[in-house]
């Protein structure tokens, strides 16, 4: 069995008044995430590591920010466009493990809700979707609540 990793990294400004979207649902807060899409830095990273592992570049690539059509967009859109550039080259996903880096808010009760959506639209068990928080200990720009950012690592195989 052909068994491939892939690792992805993004990073988001955090901003007053803009909407925050994280995991593919929106999480209550004074600040939100800004970027050419709904800026889902959760979702945008697993897209990197989905592509590199299946050595599909990167999510800019496919989804340049200078196209207007991807302006605004739903990241489970790209997300499930992702999932089967993926399959078309032959490949299951396995395991998704993810890590959140942010002062606030509090992602914890939102993980739940975060590996239902993701799973599902990752065509993987819940228990196939790991998703962990943390802080950097007001360290950085993450801890200045200036921005997020996140990382993944995933696990696909050959069908």
């Known amino acids: 069995m052909k068994i491939r990793v892939g690792l992805g990294f993004d990073v988001h400004q955090l901003k007053e008044g803009q909407d925050f979207w994280l995991g593919g649902i929106k999480i209550p807060h004074t600040k939100g995430a800004v970027g050419h899409s709904d800026a889902d830095v959760l979702i945008h990273t697993i897209c990197d590591a989905l592509l590199g592992a299946a050595n599909l570049r990167d999510i800019g690539f496919h989804f340049p920010p200078t196209d207007n059509k991807f302006k605004g967009i739903d990241s489970k859109i ?24 942010l002062e606030k808010p509090k992602i914890n009760p939102f993980i739940p809700e975060m590996k239902s959506v993701l799973a599902q639209l ?38």
């Open 122 to 159: 990752l065509q993987v068990d819940e228990d196939d979707v790991s998703i962990k928080a943390t802080t950097t200990e007001k360290l950085g720009f993450e801890g200045r609540e200036e921005g997020v950012s996140a990382y993944a690592v995933v696990l696909i195989q050959k069908k």
């Open 78 to 101: 790209l997300l499930k466009d992702v999932v089967n550039l993926v399959a078309e080259k032959g490949f299951q996903i396995g395991n998704v493990d993810a890590t959140i880096a």
